[in-house]
């Protein structure tokens, strides 16, 4: 059954990006009809069952992933400054396109700082943390980035607002009751199956409504897709059956790193997160942390088709006694290959496989061994594991030689920088993968090659990260405005 009402704008997909969107057409007053639509459920309904249960239940939707706000409602809620940084040490590589980002193609570095202030001013007027990380301690810093640089890696220090798993729940609760309150129409447990194209331009999404079994095609005179990296294979299929422009880009894979909180004391004070990158012989791919959790927890997120993926959360009052982070490589495929998210799906369902469906994680000293991690081993280890329900094993079997042999160079050179980094008693669990490596072709505009249809924040690799993918948010809506 199709709704009757036609909207100005669909939007697929409440990530930051999405409801940033939202929130600015909002504030620009021009909008009369908004829609946002979601699979996952409202920010208030949204709980991870494997708490109670022990044990992930490969919920459908993952209550981790999708919902209002996406991912970033259960992440460790990052806000990345970018506009203040003076950008030492190269800090400005974050900005210009390092890990995907599309969309300084279009904007001038002082456009995207100030996009950046600005959506910054809006967390702030929802909540945000006024306290920035990173600002306090330059010239410890500094040493830090040249003894960094001997090894040939290079530290980038960025000023972080940390909202905090908990307080970035409450954060974008608040959001979503500002946009019901300004009658924007959201609508949960909505899947958005197909486009409709007529010619070379959009009219409508065809969407599931997961509590009826019912499927409608609702019309709108512009689609902003804006589902984040969980739809970026979903998008994928839809630019393939509509012939819709795309390139390949590149596909990060790696694992999640704990230690101690000690090891990475001097990091965590200094800084809160320091981004390490690196590029190891002997194939010198770009290696790097992120996402770097003092006192945090390994996490689960359940992608489509129930492929485990991990990830970590960091707790503005809960704290446990380790810092993970990811160590991700970059690769970057030529032809004849043209598949990379399919590569990176295939090597997580392998590493699934080995773990009956859960994460598996390996102390470092076992891969130097060349042998298995057993669970009596994790018991008795130093590091213990914050990520229960993962299982014991050997992810050399799955992840790659290259991938392997890139993290493992990677890790002895930030032992010299960071002293006990490469302590053999460290657990790395996988697999960690980030699917923004379906980049979009897009315009000035961020339209696509189909008229009228949008792609914005990590789902077809114009950002990555809250903070920009946000700021895409909001300068999409300041681009709708003028077309409506």
């Not at 000023?159 to 970035?168: D, F, M, S, V, Y």
């Not at 042999?405 to 657990?427: C, H, M, W, Y």
Request: hydrophobic letters at 35%; one cysteine or more.
């Amino acid at each position: 059954m199709a709704e009757n009402k036609k909207y100005d704008a669909i939007i697929v997909g409440m990530g930051p990006g999405g409801i940033f969107c939202a929130y600015e057409l909002v504030k620009l007053g021009k909008h009369k009809n908004i829609l946002l639509i979601d699979q996952g459920r409202s920010i208030f309904e949204r709980a991870c069952p494997m708490a109670k249960a022990g044990k992930c239940l490969k919920c459908q939707p993952c209550a981790i992933t999708s919902g209002f706000s996406g991912a970033g409602a259960f992440s460790d809620g990052k806000l990345l400054c970018y506009h203040l940084s003076d950008y030492d040490n190269n800090g400005s590589m974050y900005l210009s396109g390092s890990g995907g980002d599309y969309i300084m193609q279009f904007l001038t570095e002082p456009e995207m700082k100030e996009l950046l202030d600005y959506t910054d001013k809006i967390y702030l007027s929802f909540g945000a943390d006024e306290k920035l990380e990173g600002t306090t301690f330059k010239e410890e810093i500094k040493k830090m980035q040249a003894k960094a640089l001997k090894e040939n890696l290079k530290l980038i220090d960025i000023p972080i607002r940390h909202l905090g798993t908990e307080k970035a729940h409450a954060l974008y609760g608040r959001v979503q009751d500002f946009l019901s309150e300004n009658n924007v129409k959201m609508r949960f447990l909505t899947s958005c199956k197909d486009i409709v194209v007529e010619g070379d331009t959009v009219k409508a999404v065809v969407v599931l409504d997961q509590k009826t079994g019912k499927e409608e095609t609702i019309y709108g005179d512009h689609i902003v897709m804006a589902t984040g990296r969980k739809g970026a294979s979903w998008l994928s299929d839809v630019c393939n059956k509509h012939n819709i422009k795309k390139e390949v880009g590149p596909v990060d894979i790696g694992i999640r790193y704990e230690l101690k909180n000690e090891v990475m004391d001097k990091v965590n004070k200094y800084m809160y997160e320091g981004r390490f990158v690196g590029k190891p012989a002997p194939y010198c791919d770009t290696v790097r942390t992120f996402c770097q959790n003092p006192g945090g927890f390994v996490s689960a997120e359940v992608y489509d088709n129930n492929l485990t993926l991990c990830n970590g959360h960091s707790y503005k009052d809960k704290k446990s006694d380790n810092t993970n982070l990811a160590i991700l490589v970059t690769h970057h495929f030529r032809e004849p290959f043209n598949k990379p998210i399919e590569y990176g799906i295939n090597v997580g369902e392998n590493m699934n496989t080995l773990s009956n469906g859960n994460i598996l994680v390996q102390r470092l000293g076992d891969i130097y061994r060349g042998k298995r991690t057993w669970p009596e081993e994790l018991e008795n280890n130093k590091v213990k594991p914050t990520l229960k329900t993962a299982v014991a094993g050997d992810i050399t079997f799955a992840l790659g030689y290259r991938t392997m042999t890139d993290i493992l160079q990677f890790i002895r050179s930030v032992d010299k920088v960071v002293e006990g980094f490469a302590d053999p008693e460290n657990l790395l669990y996988a697999p960690e993968i980030k699917f923004y490596s379906n980049r979009i072709k897009v315009n000035k505009d961020f339209e696509t090659s189909i008229k009228n249809m949008y792609s914005i924040g990590e789902c077809g690799g114009l950002t990555t990260g809250l903070s920009k993918a946000s700021a895409s948010g909001v300068r999409m809506a300041q681009i709708l405005d003028k077309k409506f």
